[in-house]
């Protein structure tokens, strides 16, 4: 079993930056597949981006070319680089975890068993 803490929200202008972070710990890290989703307010949890744990990945149209999933297993965590932010990235992001040494790319909620409690981020115009 892993646990999950996100780190790295905040407050930031349109156009900005912002990278987060999922730490976990409880279990090997390289074992797992990870994902980050986000739920703005008022509307559903929706995918952002996954990766595999061969560092394959996969991102959202919404927001390919301007996020980029990453991991560093030498530190047991996953990566949200986000860039060019806009009001509409506004929400609470959440990492999530699923054990699993395939190359399958985990894009649907349902496929992951461990969750993080979120980090919102703020983008304001």
């Known amino acids: 079993q892993v646990q999950l803490v996100e780190s790295g929200g905040g407050l930031v202008q349109a156009g900005g930056s912002l990278r987060l972070s999922c730490a976990a710990s409880?279990?090997?890290?390289?074992?797992?597949?990870m994902g980050w989703f986000r739920q703005a307010p008022g509307k559903e949890r929706e995918f952002v981006a996954a990766?595999?744990?061969?560092?394959?990945?996969a991102h959202a149209d919404s927001v390919a070319g301007r996020f980029t999933i990453s991991r560093d297993n030498a530190k047991s965590t996953a990566f949200l680089q986000m860039n060019s932010l806009k009001p509409e990235d506004t929400a609470v992001y959440s990492c999530?975890?699923?054990?699993?040494?395939?190359?399958?790319?985990?894009?649907?909620?349902?496929?992951?068993?461990?969750w993080g409690q979120g980090t919102q981020v703020t983008v304001f115009s």
């Open positions: 990766i595999t744990w061969t560092s394959d990945t």
């Open positions: 999530a975890a699923k054990r699993s040494r395939t190359l399958v790319m985990r894009t649907a909620q349902y496929e992951y068993d461990y």
């Open positions: 409880g279990d090997i890290f390289s074992n797992y597949a």
